[in-house]
């Protein structure tokens, strides 16, 4: 059963409905669900991996200020000094909240795991960790990835190539596999959300990064052949394909080739390149009721790379 919220204990009706419901009853808008509500988050659990900076932990924070406890993933033994402040800062953000449900305003929002997501059993492990210690597992947030070297396709070796594959590929298949069995298990209408790239569907003009492309053409397929079959269990799966944001993955090339900025922000219509808080609204509305209809969907946020 899925986990209450606050979102969940107002009536079902929404919208026209309760404008309508409201003007024959004569009763109280605040009985109804108002858009504010269906994006709350409040008593569901979330999963984000590669959520110890960048996308991850923009991501795992924006679930947090709407209500969720989120478990964040990633590699490094211990979390960044990033990503400690914005678990204070979760924390500070749902006092009030948690106040008025009455519950623990000091419990943790934000609860990091050492884990690597290649390692299938050991990300079952955390799964069933979550589930026997919150109940539940609402929300799946799978950012974890990496991007290689530059190298020319000819020259790049199988091993190589499987790396990364392994990584954005078959790490966000385990994540989001395990993330899927245990909300069927629970019965519960879950949002897995992969995150993608623009890459998976063009390829990024005078780079040689025909690993990360593959890999990320995969995660569309992923999620869409997930959709699919999990639709009949209330659990939606979607994607999210990031255009060229500026995080410690990509400073790597941008750091070292400052004209590189200027050409990524070319093109594009808004001439300029992102920042991952310019996702975190896709994020939330994909984790939320918000966005109940919407599976098997690639959502590019490009600043309009595609467009042109």
């Not at 397929?221 to 639709?231: K, N, P």
């Amino acid at each position: 059963m899925n986990s209450p919220s606050t979102s969940q204990s107002i009536p079902d009706i929404t919208g026209v409905t309760a404008a309508l419901t409201h003007a024959r009853k004569d009763q109280d808008p605040g009985k109804f669900r108002t858009i504010l509500d269906e994006f709350r988050l409040d008593g569901r659990v979330g999963l984000v991996t590669g959520a110890n900076g960048g996308i991850g932990l923009e991501s795992a924070l924006a679930l947090a200020e709407l209500g969720a406890k989120v478990w964040a993933l990633d590699l490094n033994d211990s979390p960044s000094a990033e990503f400690e402040a914005s678990a204070v800062y979760a924390k500070a953000v749902y006092q009030e909240t948690a106040v008025k449900l009455g519950e623990d305003p000091n419990k943790e929002r934000l609860v990091y795991r050492r884990v690597d997501v290649t390692d299938e059993n050991a990300v079952q492990e955390v799964c069933q960790e979550i589930v026997a210690t919150d109940g539940s597992l609402d929300i799946c947030v799978a950012a974890a990835g990496i991007l290689p070297v530059e190298k020319r396709c000819i020259d790049v070796t199988s091993e190589e190539f499987q790396k990364v594959m392994s990584v954005n590929s078959t790490g966000v298949f385990n994540t989001a596999t395990k993330a899927a069995a245990a909300m069927a298990a629970l019965g519960i209408p879950g949002s897995i959300i992969l995150i993608a790239s623009m890459s998976g569907s063009i390829t990024n003009r005078d780079h040689a990064w025909i690993a990360y492309n593959a890999s990320k053409s995969a995660v569309l397929q992923i999620a869409r052949s997930m959709a699919c079959e999990l639709g009949a269990h209330r659990i939606r799966v979607n994607t999210l394909s990031p255009g060229h944001i500026r995080t410690a993955m990509t400073a790597q090339y941008l750091d070292k080739n400052p004209e590189l900025e200027g050409k990524w922000s070319s093109m594009n219509p808004l001439g300029r390149i992102g920042s991952p808080h310019e996702l975190r609204g896709v994020i939330s509305w994909l984790a939320s009721d918000a966005s109940t209809f919407c599976t098997g969907s690639d959502i590019i946020v490009s600043g309009g790379h595609h467009a042109w």
